[in-house]
Structures are given as C-alpha cells and as structure tokens.
T-cell receptor, first 113, second 116 residues
Framework: TQLLEQSPQFLSIQEGENLTVYCNSS?????LQWYRQEPGEGPVLLVT?????EVKKLKRLTFQFGDARKDSSLHITAAQPGDTGLYLC?????????????FGQGTILTVHP | GAVVSQHPSWVICKSGTSVKIECRSLDFQATTMFWYRQFPKQSLMLMAT?????????EQGVEKDKFLINHASLTLSTLTVTSAHPEDSSFYICSHNSGLRGGTQYFGPGTRLTVL
C-alpha cells in the first residue's frame, strides 16, 4: 500500500506570508496531483506533475515534483484570504494513467486578513 | 477540465431507508468511476471503483452489500446506501479519470448525506 504523508495538517497564517506544504512517500509515483477543496464542494484540480524534478507555476503557487518522484511540494507566495481551503496531494503509482489515486491527509490552510 | 455532476447535492433521510446518489460524466465517456467518502476536515477515502458493465471493486473494509454501485453506462454511475444509519452520514464524492497524461482525475461537487 502506497502512503503519502502530507504536512503540515493545519496552517494558520497572516495575509502576505509565504507557506509550503509537503507530500512525501517511500514509493515512486508516476504522477502527482494537487487539489484545492472548499467546504461542501468537490476537490478542484490545481496541477498535475509527471516528470521528476518538474516545476510548475500557477500565479502565486509553485509546485515541484521530486527528482525521484517520491515527494512533492506546494509553495504559496504572499498568501491571500482567498487561498483558504483544504489542499490535497494525490499520487498515482505504476506506469499507467489509470487506476486509483493515493491521497495525502490534507492541509487545512487559513489565511487571516 | 471534465465536468462531473452529482445528484442530489444533499439529502436527509431516516435511519433504515436507502438513498441513491447519481454521478454523471457530462463530457467524457468514463469506463471507470471512483466513489469517495470524506468526513469533516479529513482527506478523501476511496470506497470503490465503479466499472462500466461489470462489478465494482471495493476497498478493504467497505461493505459491498451496504454500498451498492451500478455503472450501467459510460456517463452514469450510482451509489446506493442501503439501510442507512447515522454513522453513514458523510460527504460522498465521485470522480473519473480524464484520459490525459498523468491520469488527471476530475471530481464531482459531492453529496452531503445526513441520516437521522
């Protein structure tokens, strides 16, 4: 069973601060996805990374996939109250683009004005 | 991205009754759909994988006789919670793969089930 350890579990910061969320595993993933979820809604895809060492940017969000494809990070610059939500990483093992995802435990981010 | 809808968005039922939740893929023919359960402030827990035209695959610890899954077409999968009890109250979310490289998965908006 592949496990994804996501940290921190809770993050409460002030507007304008930077933060990083980590997902780590002892297993290799063929791809890793980051989602953001708001209360009462389904997760919304932020990014998919597939290549070891890959870095993707989405405005103030920077996503990195580890060289060995066992870990990933999400960095938010100058956080805003609108960034508040549950952030989830999810990895797919094996060499295919199908099959089930393994989810991290999630990070609840609260950005105070 | 792909559009996934769920119906109903919320439902309240009495203990002992059965509730059916529909999951539709609006712009993608999904041979496989996934059903998740989520408790407040927690991550998603995969319950089962729904396969079009065949039996669903259930995760360890999920009672297949309690959570009936039917995937009769490429655009519709249903989850029926039979003889619901208060402990079945949760947020149920379905999803399907996009077919894109990396296996991006798209999720429905979820269904909030409350069993009284």
């Amino acid at each position: 069973t592949q496990l994804l350890e996501q940290s921190p579990q809770f993050l409460s910061i002030q507007e304008g601060e930077n933060l990083t969320v980590y997902c780590n595993s002892s297993s290799v993933f063929s791809s890793l996805q980051w989602y953001r979820q708001e209360p009462g809604e389904g997760p919304v895809l932020l990014v998919t990374v597939v290549t070891g060492g890959e870095v993707k940017k989405l405005k103030r969000l920077t996503f990195q996939f580890g060289d060995a494809r066992k870990d990933s990070s999400l960095h938010i610059t100058a956080a805003q109250p609108g960034d508040t939500g549950l952030y989830l990483c999810a990895g797919r093992a094996g060499g295919t683009s199908y099959g089930k995802l393994t989810f991290g435990q999630g990070t609840i981010l609260t950005v105070h004005p | 991205g792909a559009v996934v809808s769920q119906h109903p968005s919320w439902v309240i039922c009495k203990s002992g009754t059965s509730v059916k939740i529909e999951c539709r893929s609006l712009d993608f023919q999904a041979t496989t759909m996934f059903w998740y359960r989520q408790f407040p402030k927690q991550s998603l827990m995969l319950m089962a994988t729904s396969n079009e035209g065949s039996k669903a695959t259930y995760e360890q610890g999920v009672e297949k006789d309690k959570f009936l899954i039917n995937h009769a077409s490429l655009t519709l999968s249903t989850l029926t919670v039979t003889s619901a009890h208060p402990e079945d109250s949760s947020f149920y979310i379905c999803s399907h793969n996009s077919g894109l490289r990396g296996g991006t998965q798209y999720f429905g908006p979820g269904t909030r089930l409350t069993v009284l």
